[in-house]
């Protein structure tokens, strides 16, 4: 059974794209066979994978605007069962090109229904906003991880987001579901990092799975470098904590099924 699950948080900088190259590497690693489609017009996950952003032939934003399939533009990242398809600055325009299309809020649930069953899971990158990108990648998503940076205002842009998956749930995705947390960038020796994980385990109150991802150098290097911290330094604390967030989520999928 495959799985759709969107990375999301409207919050920038709090682990996103880290969290997708990173757990969907690992999830590759135990023979899952993973695509990551990057809705971000950043390009971080695409450059995070190593593929060069400004020089894509087949981009997300040809299948979102004009309708290209996603098959067309997946790129087989050379690493067993890893597959992306690559995001651009193109698709910053995409909000403004899809407003006034019928249907707007559903084209990449329509897109990804066509490829969902060639993968085991299916992440999405989300941008940092609200706006269409991300309401559709929600619409498309059966499932949400939400990154959580372990900084001032933490709870403060979760109780937003929490807002927006509500409306997403009420109106377009009834049957859309909060998996699993990542604090990310936990500094253990901080008080206020340790707050912010007593405080978001309150909130969700043990019903999803909180993982925490320690601040790690090796983990702020792996990006600029172009590859998953499992493949540049696979004993570095990182890269151990994102494999048990692997084991967890494999685990918390065995338990709902
Ligand atoms: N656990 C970590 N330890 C150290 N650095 C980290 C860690 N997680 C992420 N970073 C760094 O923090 C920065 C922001 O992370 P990331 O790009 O994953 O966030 P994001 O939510 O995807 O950002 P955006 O909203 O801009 O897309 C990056 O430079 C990344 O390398």
Known sequence: MSKVIAVFN????VGKTTTNVNLSACLAKK???????DVD???NTTSGFGIDKNNVE???YDSLVDGVSLKEAVIDLNTENLFLVPSNVE???AEIELTGRDERELILKKLVNEIKE???F???DCPPSLGLLTINSLVAADSVIIPIQCEYYALEGVSQLMDTIRLVKKSLNPTL???GVVLSMFDGRTNLSIQVVEEVKKFFKGKVYTTIIPRNVRLAEAPSYGVPIIDYDSKCKGAQAYMELADEFLEYLEDVI
């Open 10 to 13: 409207q919050k920038g900088g």
């Open 122 to 124: 299916i992440f999405i």
């Open 31 to 37: 023979g899952k066979k993973i695509l990551v489609i």
């Open 91 to 93: 698709l910053a325009g």
């Open 41 to 43: 017009p950043q390009g």
């Open 118 to 120: 060639d993968y085991d």
């Open 58 to 60: 087949v981009s997300v």
């Open 177 to 179: 579901e909060i998996e």
